[in-house]
């Protein structure tokens, strides 16, 4: 059962255009998502946050937004550059929980970016 | 900055054999993660710990053992090895559980069973 679901394996896009990544969760009790960027042969590298007291969160060309009557949130990256070619994870705690919560992730997205 | 250290970055192993994997937390973080990520998965959370106790458990199974050192290390221990724990496993630290819930991940660690 995919509590964190990121329906599209693949995303291409033209550089200098908007990406927009997509992820839904059927977990009521996830309150605080994550995206993070990954290359082969690494670590996942954290992005941003969001948590679900708020609807919109912005760090430099990454903005994130959370509509949580959806149980869905987005990635968005502008403009988009070669080196964002990567897989995106999204990934969602129960952090109010009050442990050290491990993350559920969605299986990702490989996003290409098109010179 | 100093980030997550994993070590071996590669290991090769038999089944039935026992394998240690270590994990060296970004200085001053104090909850320590490990993740499992098999080939074309997205990452499974196995286990974590805060100040040297364990605080959440995800699917790890009963063959593995993990513990959080004084020095906020973390060792995760395999036994019986078998091959679908092939695998990339992930460390990740995080500081004060209450404040930040960021993770930050180490490179991995490959282990290939066979």
């Known amino acids: 059962d995919q509590q964190v679901k990121q329906n599209s394996p693949s995303l291409s896009v033209q550089e200098g255009r908007i990406s927009i990544l997509n992820c839904d969760y059927t977990n009521s009790m996830f309150d605080y998502f994550l995206w993070y960027k990954k290359y082969p042969a690494e670590g996942p590298t954290f992005l941003i946050s969001?948590?679900?007291?708020?609807d919109k969160n912005e760090d430099g060309r990454f903005t994130v937004f959370l509509n949580k009557s959806a149980k869905h949130l987005s990635l968005h990256i502008v403009p988009s550059q070669p080196g964002d070619s990567a897989v995106y994870f999204c990934a969602a705690s129960a952090a109010s929980g009050g442990g050290a919560d491990g993350l559920t992730f969605g299986k990702g997205t490989h996003l290409i970016i098109q010179p | 900055a100093a980030g997550v250290i994993q070590s071996p970055r590669h290991l090769i192993k038999e089944k039935r054999e026992t394998a240690t994997l270590k994990c060296y937390p970004i200085p001053r973080h104090d909850t320590v993660y490990w993740y499992q990520q098999g080939p074309g998965q997205d990452p499974q959370f196995l286990i974590s710990f805060y100040e040297k106790m364990q605080s959440d458990k995800g699917s790890i199974p009963d063959r593995f053992s993990a513990q959080q050192f004084s020095d906020y290390h973390s060792e995760l221990n395999m036994s019986s090895l078998e091959l679908g724990d092939s695998a990339l496993y992930f460390c990740?630290?995080?500081?004060?559980?209450?404040?930040?819930?960021?993770?930050?991940f180490g490179p991995g660690t490959r282990l290939t069973v066979t």
């Open positions: 969001i948590s679900s007291i708020k």
């Open positions: 990740a630290s995080s500081l004060d559980r209450g404040a930040s819930y960021e993770q930050y």
